[in-house]
């Protein structure tokens, strides 16, 4: 797991930023006149919207791409997806997009990644998030210290540690 400071380049379109889920989170498939989920091999009736955002980042050592799903999502936001697809005009339309999510573009973060490569990116290297944070004074410790990256299992990580205590 590393802490990684990082701008948002763009929001990928490609799978929306949210899915319809069965109650053990997996997403369903309509199946009229109910949904199917595949997990739990059966119809169901009680669904759910969770996010499922993805979004490509740089740093000054590259780019990535970065997964947040709903629980972290929820946190960072301050309310589940089902109050964010209340708020848009065109709720249930794939082709709505909330300005919360339109208003991360351009903007640094520090985000917890996991190390290990996760599925759910059409096939492309997807690193899934923990946690994300944007508040500034973190940011400007993070900067301060001249880091990009801290790796959280290397020594090193003490001096970082009033940092990190805030992501957690």
């Given at each position: 797991m590393s802490i990684i400071m990082a701008t948002v380049d763009q929001y990928v379109t490609d799978d929306g930023w949210w899915f319809?889920?069965?109650?053990?989170?997996?997403?369903?498939?309509?199946?009229?006149?109910a949904y199917y989920c595949e997990?739990?091999?059966k119809h169901?009736?009680?669904?759910?919207?969770?996010?499922?955002?993805t979004f490509h980042v740089t740093d000054n050592t590259g780019s990535a791409t970065f997964l947040m799903h709903d629980s972290?999502?929820?946190?960072?936001?301050?309310i589940p997806c089902s109050?964010?697809?209340?708020?848009?005009?065109?709720?249930?339309?794939?082709?709505?997009?909330?300005?919360e999510l339109l208003n991360m573009v351009g903007k640094c973060y520090l985000f917890k990644v996991?190390?290990?490569?996760?599925?759910?990116?059409?096939?492309?290297?997807?690193?899934?998030?923990?946690?994300?944070?944007?508040?500034?004074?973190?940011?400007?410790r993070f900067k301060r210290h001249n880091s990009v990256v801290i790796k959280l299992d290397t020594p090193s990580v003490s001096k970082y540690m009033s940092i990190l205590e805030k992501l957690h």
């Amino acid at each position: 797991m590393s802490i990684i400071m990082a701008t948002v380049d763009q929001y990928v379109t490609d799978d929306g930023w949210w899915f319809l889920s069965c109650i053990c989170h997996e997403q369903v498939v309509p199946d009229s006149p109910a949904y199917y989920c595949e997990r739990c091999n059966k119809h169901v009736l009680m669904i759910t919207p969770r996010f499922r955002i993805t979004f490509h980042v740089t740093d000054n050592t590259g780019s990535a791409t970065f997964l947040m799903h709903d629980s972290v999502a929820a946190e960072f936001f301050g309310i589940p997806c089902s109050k964010m697809l209340e708020f848009g005009e065109n709720v249930g339309m794939s082709s709505y997009v909330p300005d919360e999510l339109l208003n991360m573009v351009g903007k640094c973060y520090l985000f917890k990644v996991f190390s290990k490569v996760g599925a759910g990116c059409d096939g492309e290297k997807c690193y899934p998030i923990s946690k994300i944070n944007d508040d500034e004074e973190l940011l400007g410790r993070f900067k301060r210290h001249n880091s990009v990256v801290i790796k959280l299992d290397t020594p090193s990580v003490s001096k970082y540690m009033s940092i990190l205590e805030k992501l957690h």
